[in-house]
């Protein structure tokens, strides 16, 4: 059973540009939970999403950011206009269920902006 | 709000030693579920150990242990026979369920040090 995936491993935007960040849960898994790690900082909850559904996006910046997770396909965790302080690691997390108490993590994505 | 507190930014020990990363958490609630987080350079957060608040045993997975204190909300990883291969940063974190929602909390995390 394959792990969590993410990518691009590393993505690298211009000032402005729009980022979108893909993940795949593992096969069986419909919870999906996005974080984000700054430099020198542990990591952030940004959102939590069931298939078709978003059920708690209140770490998620207001504006420029947005997430979904499909019926079909993976997770997209989307920046528009990113800005240097948008710069950290984004990592993605899945599970089976509430039931279920541990995340599995993917590797992360490190978002670079210039 | 859920917090955790990892009071210590740095720790280091001596191969084959044994040391210990302190966590403490604030919460209301009375069931939940603690991690001590592994990452290593390459970034992959891999879970070490987890703990039950409803159980009493401490956690044990091989040379890891932890030493939970309920009533005091602390949650301290102790290494047994320190390793090279243990270095990392280690982060404490919290699973709540509150307001219909799950998500982990995260300490800011301690950078293991293991010399030779």
């Given amino acids: ?19 979108r960040l893909r993940c ?46 499909p019926k079909e396909g993976p997770s997209i965790l989307r920046i528009q206009q990113v800005v240097r302080g948008d710069s950290a690691a984004y990592f993605c997390a899945s599970s089976p269920g509430v039931s279920s108490y541990e995340q599995y993590f993917g590797p992360g994505t490190r978002l670079t902006v210039t | 709000a859920q917090t955790v507190t990892q009071s210590q930014p740095e ?53 890891f242990s932890v030493n939970f204190q309920k009533a005091a909300k602390s949650f301290s990883l102790k290494i047994s026979d320190s390793q090279l291969g243990d270095a990392a940063m280690y982060f404490c974190a919290y699973r709540t369920l509150r307001g219909g929602s799950e998500k982990l909390v995260f300490g800011k995390g301690t950078k293991l040090t293991v010399n030779p």
């Fill in chain 1, 24 to 69: 795949s849960p593992m096969k069986g898994h419909s919870h999906v939970y996005w974080y984000r790690q700054l430099p020198e900082e542990g990591l952030k909850f940004m959102v939590y999403l069931q298939k078709e559904n978003i059920i708690d996006e209140s770490g998620m910046p207001k504006e420029r950011f947005s997430a979904e997770f």
């Fill in chain 1, 1 to 19: 059973n394959a792990g969590v995936m993410q990518n691009p491993r590393h993505l690298v935007r211009r000032r402005g540009q729009e980022a």
């Fill in chain 2, 11 to 63: 720790m280091s020990v001596q191969e084959a030693e044994t040391v210990t990363l302190s966590c403490t958490y604030d919460t209301s609630e009375s069931d939940y579920y603690l991690f001590w987080y592994k990452q290593p350079p390459s970034r992959q957060m891999i879970l070490v150990i987890r703990q039950e608040a409803y159980k009493q045993q401490n956690a044990t997975e091989n040379r």
